[in-house]
């Protein structure tokens, strides 16, 4: 089964800065797909990035930047220019052949003014 | 176009008791996957169902099952309640089955179990 590890359970930046949150997982496929979620006080979970694992490059949306590491099972996400709004619980998902998404524990981001 | 919508947003029940959760996809959608989420076990994937079939499934008790309609709205229930079934679910719907569908999440339905 994969595994998918967020070692940070809580983050914070201050507004206009950047800050990364970590991820790791196991996996013995070759084929899968990696994301980022944002779950706001709302509980509503929000798709930031996602990144398919036979793109070399990295994916980006706006602030939002992963760095892929394939070969070292890494996928970590750059937040830059924080914002008030990105204040929210981050998770990690791996999905591979099984189709369901598989969580990581999450990280807390507090962003501070 | 409307989002995933999911009925009741808040439910208490008492030990014992069953329930059932319901998910409208987006239009056009035809998979629904459910998880749970809480606070000690974090989200895990309960299951999946494409064109009324259930196609992939987690490792959860069989007091949890599920079905989905020609519509392709879908429904999970719950049997004979226990305390630790309360949690948050979160239902999720996309496109296709395979991999790279995108899956949207509705607002989720708090489970409380007294």
């Known amino acids: 089964a994969q595994t998918v590890t967020q070692s940070q359970p809580e983050m914070s930046v201050q507004e206009a800065e950047t800050v990364t949150l970590s991820c790791t997982y196991d996996t013995s496929e070759s084929d899968y797909y990696l994301f980022w979620y944002k779950q706001p006080p709302s509980r509503q979970m929000i798709l930031v990035i996602r990144q398919e694992a036979y793109k070399q490059q990295n994916a980006t949306e706006n602030r939002f930047s992963v760095n892929f590491q394939k070969a070292a099972k890494s996928f970590s996400l750059k937040i830059s220019d924080s914002q008030l709004g990105d204040a929210a619980m981050y998770f990690c998902?791996?999905?591979?052949?099984?189709?369901?998404?598989?969580f990581g524990k999450g990280t807390s981001l507090l962003v501070t003014p | 176009k409307a989002g995933v919508t999911q009925t009741p947003r808040y439910l208490i029940k008492t030990r014992g008791q069953q329930v059932t959760l319901s998910c409208s996809p987006i239009s056009g959608h035809r998979s629904v996957s459910w998880y749970q989420q809480t606070p000690g076990q974090g989200l895990q994937f309960l299951f999946e169902?494409?064109?009324?079939?259930?196609?992939n499934k987690g490792n959860f008790p069989g007091r949890f099952s599920g079905r989905q309609f020609s519509n392709s709205r879908s429904e999970m229930n719950v049997s004979t309640l226990e305390l630790g079934d309360s949690a948050l679910y979160l239902c999720?719907?996309?496109f296709g089955q395979g991999s790279y569908n995108e899956q949207f999440f509705g607002p989720g339905t708090r489970l409380t179990v007294l």
């Open positions: 999720a719907s996309s």
């Open positions: 169902y494409f064109s009324e079939t259930q196609r």
């Open positions: 998902a791996y999905r591979g052949s099984g189709y369901a998404l598989n």
